[in-house]
C-alpha cells in the first residue's frame, strides 16, 4: 500500500475484522460528574482496557499482520514514547517475531518495564521521540528490520481508526469527538471512519502546549516545540506526512492544553471517575477543563487512550491537587518554644474538623529566635472554606499563622 494513500473508511472496517482476535472492544461509559461540571452529555472511550493499556495495540495488531513472511523473518523496530513500544511488543511476541524498540531516556520506568515484559528488546536513545529516528535508521540498516511507524504508517492509522468505528458502533448519537494529537495517528484514522459514518459530527484535536507541531504544520506558522511534558504521549515534534494531510481534510479544530490542565484532568479522572489515564490519555478532559465551550450541550466521545502511568507520578499529581484545590495545606504557626504549644495547636486543628497527616517542629534554624519555634502542620480539610476555619481558629489562640503555598515553591506550571 502506496505511504502516500489516505486510508478510507472501508480499510478501517476491513482491519476491524482482521484484528477483532488481537484486540478489547473495549466500552464507552457515560461520565456523570464531568459532564454536570462541562456542561455536556460526555462519553469515555475507555482505551486503558487493552491487553497493553493503550489504543496502540490496534495499530501494532493490524501492521504485524500485514507482515509477509519474509518481513516476519527479519523482525520489527520501532520508535515510541511508551504505548506504541508496548503494542509493537506484545503483538509482535504474540505472533512469534522479534521486536527492538527505541524509547526516549526519559521514558518512564513503568513503560520501559512493561515493554519488556512483553517481550521488546528496548534501547534508550535521545530525549525525545525524533531524537530516536537516527538509532531506528541505523537499526534498520544493520539488521535488515521492518519499521513499524508509530503513526506515519498506513496500516496503522488504518488499526487506530477502529476506536472511532467502535464507538460510533456503540454511540451513533454521538456529536463532538476530542482525540489527543501526537503524531496524528489515532486522530487521522478516527476522523476518516467517523466523517464517514456522521459527516455532520465535529472532530476535534488535543495537542500540549509545549508540543504544538500538527498545528504549526498545518497553519505554515513558525513556532517551536520542546520542555518537559506530563503528556510524553504526545510529545512529537515532527507529525507524519500521511497523517498531517488527513487532519488537514478532515479534523474541525485544534486546541492546545496547558501543564495545568492535563493535570487537573488526570486528577479528575481519578477523583470524579475512578480511573486512571497517563497525560496524554488525559489530554481530552483538560481540552474540556480549559475550553469550556467547545461541546456545551453536546453528547461528546473523549478517547482515554492510554493509562501506562507511574504510579509515584500519579500520586504526586493527586497529593498537588488537594493542595491547589485547599484540601490538603500547610500551617505555619509561629509558637514560643515551652511546654503545652503544640497539645493546644493540636487540640485547635482538631476541634475545627481538620486531620493534621503530617507535623514540624522547627527551632534550630537561625531566622528563628532561641526562645521561639515554628510549627509546620500539614491538615487534610474539606477545602477552602474550612481552611479559614481551621487559621481563624489558630488565631483564636493567639498564634500567629500564614499558610504556605506548596505549589508556588515548587514551581508548579499555572495555566
Not at 484484528?19 to 459532564?35: C, E, V
Not at 520501532?78 to 511476541?93: D, F, K
Not at 514560643?336 to 517542629?361: F, K, R, T, W
Amino acid at each position: 500500500m502506496s505511504p502516500h494513500l489516505i486510508p478510507s473508511a472501508g480499510d478501517i472496517t476491513d482491519a476491524y475484522q482482521k484484528i477483532l482476535p488481537n484486540i478489547i472492544k473495549t466500552p464507552l461509559i457515560p461520565a456523570p460528574h464531568l459532564s454536570d461540571y462541562f456542561g455536556c452529555e460526555l462519553y469515555l472511550k475507555l482505551e486503558t482496557m487493552q491487553y497493553t493499556s493503550s489504543f496502540k495495540t490496534r495499530g501494532a495488531a493490524f501492521a504485524i499482520q500485514a507482515l509477509s513472511d519474509d518481513e516476519r523473518k527479519r523482525g520489527v523496530v520501532t520508535l515510541s514514547a511508551g504505548n506504541h513500544a508496548q503494542a509493537v511488543a506484545y503483538c509482535a511476541t504474540q505472533a512469534g517475531i522479534s521486536s527492538t524498540i527505541v524509547m526516549p531516556e526519559q521514558t518512564p520506568f513503568a513503560k520501559i518495564a512493561r515493554t519488556q515484559m512483553f517481550g521488546g528488546n528496548v534501547i534508550q536513545k535521545g530525549r525525545l521521540l525524533d531524537e530516536c529516528q537516527a538509532e531506528v535508521n541505523q537499526l534498520i540498516k544493520k539488521n535488515n528490520s521492518v519499521l513499524i511507524h508509530p503513526f506515519d504508517d498506513w496500516n496503522v492509522i488504518c488499526g487506530q481508526g477502529t476506536v472511532g468505528l467502535e464507538m460510533l458502533e456503540q454511540l451513533p448519537q454521538l456529536e463532538s469527538l476530542i482525540v489527543p494529537i501526537g503524531g496524528g495517528g489515532l486522530i487521522s484514522g478516527m476522523a476518516i471512519i467517523a466523517k464517514h459514518l456522521n459527516p455532520d459530527i465535529q472532530i476535534i484535536g488535543v495537542e500540549a502546549e509545549l508540543y504544538p507541531s500538527m498545528s504549526m504544520k498545518l497553519s505554515g506558522q513558525p513556532g517551536s516545540c520542546g520542555g518537559e511534558t506530563l503528556a510524553e504521549g504526545i510529545a512529537v515534534k515532527t507529525p507524519g506526512r500521511l497523517t498531517a494531510s488527513i487532519v488537514e481534510k478532515y479534523v474541525d479544530k485544534i486546541v492546545l492544553v496547558s501543564e495545568r490542565s492535563i493535570e487537573w484532568a488526570i486528577g479528575a479522572l481519578a477523583e470524579r471517575q475512578r480511573l486512571i489515564a497517563e497525560g496524554a490519555g488525559a489530554a481530552g478532559i483538560a481540552a474540556l477543563y480549559q475550553h469550556k465551550e467547545l461541546c456545551a450541550g453536546k453528547k461528546t466521545g473523549i478517547v482515554i487512550c492510554g493509562g501506562n502511568i507511574d504510579t509515584r507520578l500519579l500520586s504526586s499529581i493527586l497529593t498537588r491537587n488537594m493542595m491547589s484545590d485547599g484540601r490538603l495545606v500547610r500551617f505555619r504557626i509561629d509558637i514560643s518554644d515551652e511546654p503545652g504549644m503544640l497539645a493546644n495547636i493540636s487540640s485547635a486543628i482538631g476541634n475545627s474538623g481538620g486531620n493534621i497527616v503530617e507535623i514540624y517542629h522547627q527551632r534550630m534554624f537561625y531566622d528563628v529566635p532561641a526562645k521561639l519555634a515554628k510549627i509546620d502542620a500539614v491538615v487534610d480539610t474539606r477545602g477552602a472554606e474550612h481552611v479559614q476555619l481551621i487559621k481563624a481558629n489558630l488565631e483564636a489562640r493567639h498564634f500567629k499563622v500564614s499558610i504556605i503555598d506548596e505549589l508556588a515553591q515548587t514551581g508548579s506550571t499555572g495555566e
